[in-house]
Each structure stands twice: as structure tokens, then as C-alpha cells.
């Protein structure tokens, strides 16, 4: 683990939300202020055997009911709503009738590319 100073001068530097915990002890501060936005930070705490974050009331989701997806990239741990489900596209594609582009796409001019 880091050492708090250094964890936070990276915070600071990066402007990146980024919890360090070290045996139990969370670093945190309100909130820390860059030229060009605010970066919140909170708290993690144990909810059961798991973990939990506070989400700040002005980056809370307008709804409760949502699903969200987690995703841990190296330090970071991602929070984001769940991206829809790719059930039902079959059904909409058998919506289309036989002949639908029975003729094809038609020409279609290519615009001019740079070589590799």
C-alpha cells in the first residue's frame, strides 16, 4: 500500500476518486478542489461481509431501482449503470420481411483514405 501523503498528492495530481485503505483505515477528505472540477471522495464501509462506498448525494443516479456494473482496473474500482441487454434484438431483426434489401445497398462511394 502507498503512504497517505503520496496516495493523496496522486489523487491531487491525477484527478482521480481513489480510496486508500490500509489495514482498515481509510484516508479521505470531503472533498479536493482542482482549476477545473471537484473531485468527491467517501468512505468505504463493511456492509455485511462486503464493502460499501457512500455515493454523494449530487453524483447519486436519479433512480434507486437501477443495476450497475463493477469493474475493478488496477487501483480504480469502476461504478457505472448496467449496459442494456442485447435480449430481445433477434425478435426486432425477424420484423423484417424477406425482401427487406432484397436489392441490395446500392453503390456506394467510398471517401479517400491515407495509407497505413
Not at 502507498?2 to 495530481?13: I, T
Not at 470531503?30 to 471522495?41: A, I
Not at 454523494?56 to 450497475?68: H, N, T, V
Not at 445497398?105 to 483514405?113: F, K, N, T, Y
Amino acid at each position: 500500500m502507498h503512504d497517505p501523503l503520496e496516495a493523496w498528492s496522486a489523487v491531487a495530481a491525477h484527478v482521480h476518486t481513489r480510496i486508500y485503505i490500509k489495514r482498515w483505515i481509510v484516508y479521505s477528505t470531503s472533498k479536493v478542489h482542482t482549476s477545473e472540477t471537484t473531485m468527491h471522495t467517501t468512505r468505504v464501509f463493511k456492509n455485511g461481509n462486503s464493502q460499501a462506498v457512500r455515493i454523494p448525494a449530487d453524483l447519486a443516479y436519479d433512480r434507486s431501482d437501477i443495476d450497475i456494473e463493477i469493474e475493478r482496473v488496477g487501483d480504480e474500482i469502476r461504478i457505472r449503470p448496467m449496459r442494456r441487454p442485447l435480449t430481445g434484438v433477434l425478435k426486432k431483426f425477424a420484423k423484417f420481411g424477406p425482401d427487406f434489401m432484397a436489392e441490395g445497398r446500392g453503390e456506394q462511394e467510398q471517401a479517400e483514405r491515407e495509407g497505413l
